[in-house]
């Protein structure tokens, strides 16, 4: 019996580790299983009611290393990881994505000579001034098997050396959490509040510093959106922080609504029945795609081009005023020829699973 230690730090890191779990569970007794959270972010939407809606399982432990600085965060997470790996007994660490939890938990169990496997190895957005860039570098200069979400990762993989036989094109465990819970998608409670009416409303996320940390583009990503929307509604999960921002600023438009963030269930039922979304995530590109929606992102580039060559994302960058030639594009748009991604199939962690058990 080999046992794994399942690392997430954020929301998100959730619906990624999830259905690798509910496949240990299936596959009953080969493989055991501890799940750490390490308190990297705090959201009052992670009650137990997010678990249970979704079916995760709670986390063994919570190392409450969030708050701070970048650097502050990752030293916590380094000091109570090492303490934790101290006192159980596992075979590998497993770690998702590119959060600071990813980097820090994966450099503790390497300095313990405990084997890492990455989930989402590869991905490159090549912009060094987005930390989560520095985390996907520095975690895959020192994991030990990758799974990936793409061939174009394992080509980048290979090209800076690291050996064929630990690098895995398993496809992507966010669209698996996806497709087990499509069926199952909430109408949020501002639907009937707002009358929304399907493909008549535009979705809008926006989390990056460079969009809303800077209150003036703030200002004019906010104005060319809503000026180009032609009045159709446009609904806007805000963080708490960004929403004071926008009270500061005096931004009242008519068809912009400012809602609290949803769970899970409730903003896909958001995004799969809006006409578009305009969204600096990448992460939410990846549902898009396998949803077809519209998906126009607020970057300069992204770690998940196969959004943009096979699914429906567009890059428009940062830039307030390439916001206006998106609108008009959606508005006169023909249906795109649009694919999704090999192996975007929803078996993603059988894959990963079964590829653990022959590697240990």
């Excluded at 709670?58 to 934790?84: C, M, R, V, W």
């Excluded at 036989?165 to 949020?188: A, C, H, W």
């Excluded at 926008?246 to 769970?263: A, E, I, T, W, Y």
């Amino acid at each position: 019996m080999k046992h794994i230690t399942i690392v997430a730090g954020a929301r998100p890191n959730f619906m990624k580790i999830a259905p690798i779990i509910h496949e240990i569970i299936k596959q009953n007794k080969i493989l055991t299983y501890s799940l750490v959270h390490t308190g990297q972010h705090y959201d009052k939407n992670m009650s137990g009611d997010f678990f249970e809606q979704l079916n995760i399982p709670h986390p063994d432990i919570n190392l409450n290393a969030g708050g701070g600085t970048q650097s502050e965060q990752t030293a916590s997470i380094l000091i109570k990881f090492e303490k934790y790996l101290n006192d159980i007994s596992t075979d590998l660490v497993l770690v998702v994505g590119d959060v600071n939890s990813t980097m820090a938990c994966a450099i503790t169990a390497r300095k313990m000579n405990i084997r890492v496997a990455h989930v989402e190895a590869g991905i490159r957005s090549g912009d060094m001034s987005m930390p989560e860039e520095i985390n996907r570098i520095v975690t895959d200069s020192i994991s030990n098997y990758f799974f990936t979400t793409s061939k174009l990762a394992n080509e980048k993989l290979y090209q800076l050396g690291f050996p064929k036989e630990n690098v895995f094109f398993v496809g992507n465990t966010m669209i698996d959490t996806l497709l087990l819970n499509k069926s199952r998608f909430k109408k949020p409670s501002i639907w009937d509040i707002l009358k929304l009416v399907k493909r008549n409303y535009i979705v809008i996320t926006l989390h990056r510093p460079a969009n809303v940390d800077e209150e003036n583009n703030l200002r004019s990503l906010i104005h060319e959106l809503v000026s180009n929307s032609k009045g159709i509604k446009i609904i806007f999960p805000a963080h708490p922080r960004t929403k004071s921002k926008l009270d500061k600023l005096g931004v009242d438009h008519q068809n912009l609504h400012v809602v609290d963030p949803m769970s899970y269930l409730e903003f896909n039922y958001l995004v799969e029945n809006s006409l578009a979304v305009f969204t600096d995530s990448g992460g939410i590109t990846e549902e898009t795609t396998v949803m077809k929606i519209p998906t126009f992102t607020l970057r300069d580039n992204t770690e998940r081009p196969e959004t943009i060559s096979m699914g429906t994302n567009l890059l428009i960058g940062t830039n307030p005023l390439n916001i206006g030639p998106a609108m008009k594009n959606l508005f006169n748009m023909k249906p795109k020829n649009t694919k999704i991604p090999e192996l975007w199939d929803g078996k993603t962690s059988e894959r990963i699973i079964n590829k653990l058990i022959q590697v240990l």
